[in-house]
């Protein structure tokens, strides 16, 4: 496998635009070489098979949805409460939104693991450690909320975010006034 990270990456993220284009069936090393205008066997030079390829793309997918360093650090300091649960939530909401091809592609994927079991196998790893690493931070950071708030909190991110990507049900509504509703549902008021 060749190791040259910049390019990895480029055709990881040419991946994720394939993905999100095109869906799974689009997806081949072909069509990332054609996508990241690479020489035909860039890909597979990188990526040896479908499987390294989307585990390459969960790689990247993590690597891009990520919140900055200095995100972190200016919320650190302040104090664990609702409030700074909600902005934590909305910061979320605002990365996967803003990044629309990384969170189209990402539904795209699922979707797919619900009809091969092989990419289901990559996938629920991938999607339970990134849910302990999420259960882990809201323990330490002394935020409000458990393992049951956090997994609601992700049913409902991921069901606001396919509403917001696709055919919305109420478009009129803004997405803080719903991130406040799931808030002040799911973690009352001590």
Same mark, same amino acid.
């Given at each position: 496998?060749?190791?040259?990270t ?5 055709l990881?993220? =040419?991946?994720? =635009?394939?993905?999100?284009?095109e ?7 072909? =069509? ?15 990526f ?17 949805l ?8 200016? &919320?650190?300091?302040?104090q664990?409460?609702?409030a700074?649960f909600a902005?934590?939530?909305r910061? $979320?909401?605002? &990365?996967?939104? =803003?990044?629309s ?11 797919d693991?619900? &009809? &091969?079991?092989?990419?289901?196998a990559?996938l629920?790893?991938?999607l ?6 999420d259960?882990e ?7 409000p909320?458990?393992?049951?708030? $956090?997994a609601?909190?992700?049913?409902? $991110?991921?069901g606001?975010l ?8 109420d478009?009129d ?5 719903? $991130? ?11």
């Amino acid at each position: 496998m060749a190791k040259n990270t910049t390019r990895r990456s480029a055709l990881s993220d =040419a991946g994720i =635009a394939v993905l999100a284009r095109e869906g799974s069936r689009g997806l081949t090393h072909r =069509a990332v070489d054609d996508e990241a205008g690479v020489p035909t066997g860039t890909t597979s030079n990188y990526f040896r098979s479908r499987d390294a390829l989307v585990a390459g793309l969960f790689e990247r997918i993590g690597e891009r949805l990520a919140p900055s360093p200095e995100d972190l650090a200016r &919320r650190a300091g302040q104090q664990p409460d609702r409030a700074l649960f909600a902005d934590y939530l909305r910061d $979320i909401v605002r &990365r996967l939104s =803003a990044d629309s091809d990384v969170t189209r592609a990402l539904f795209e994927l699922r979707l797919d693991s619900g &009809r &091969r079991p092989e990419l289901a196998a990559l996938l629920g790893p991938w999607l339970r450690a990134g849910f302990e690493a999420d259960v882990e931070f809201n323990r330490s950071a002394g935020l409000p909320g458990g393992r049951r708030e $956090i997994a609601l909190f992700h049913y409902a $991110i991921d069901g606001l975010l396919l509403d917001r990507l696709t055919t919305s049900v109420d478009p009129d509504v803004p997405v803080d006034d719903v $991130i406040d509703a799931l808030v002040a549902g799911l973690l009352p008021e001590a």
